[in-house]
C-alpha cells in the first residue's frame, strides 16, 4: 500500500497555499477570478490514511491488508456522515456550506 498525497485541485479554482494540516487532511487556500475580481475560498483535503507510516504501525500492530482497509474505511464512513450532516444544515448562519461533486471530492 503506497500513499502519495498531491496538492489538490477544484474545477476552476488555482491552490494558492496551504492553510494547516490536521488528524484527516490539509486545508488549502484557493482562489479564482470573477469579472475582474477574485474570489477566495477554502478547500479541505482528507487524505485517509495521512502518511505511510500510519499504515506500517498498523501493519505492526498485527494488522494485515484487508483489516487496515476495514479501518480505514470505517474513518471515510465517519467523513460521510458528518458531509451528509452538513449539506442537511446547508443555509444555517452558523454552519459551512459543502459544494460535494462526488464522494472522492467535496469542496466545503
Known sequence: ???????????????????GRGSFGAVYEIRRDVLGLT??????????PQNQSDVEELYSSGY????????YES?????????????EM????????CAGTSTSRWSC
Open 1 to 19: 500500500m503506497t500513499i502519495s498525497h498531491p496538492v489538490p485541485t477544484y474545477p476552476g479554482w488555482e491552490t494558492v497555499r496551504l492553510i
Open 39 to 48: 474570489e477566495k475560498a477554502a478547500l479541505k483535503h482528507i487524505s485517509i
Open 64 to 71: 494485515d491488508e484487508t483489516s487496515i482497509t476495514a479501518h
Open 75 to 87: 474513518y471515510l464512513a465517519d467523513i460521510v456522515r458528518e458531509y451528509q450532516l452538513m449539506a
Open 90 to 97: 446547508k443555509g444555517h448562519t452558523n454552519v459551512v456550506n
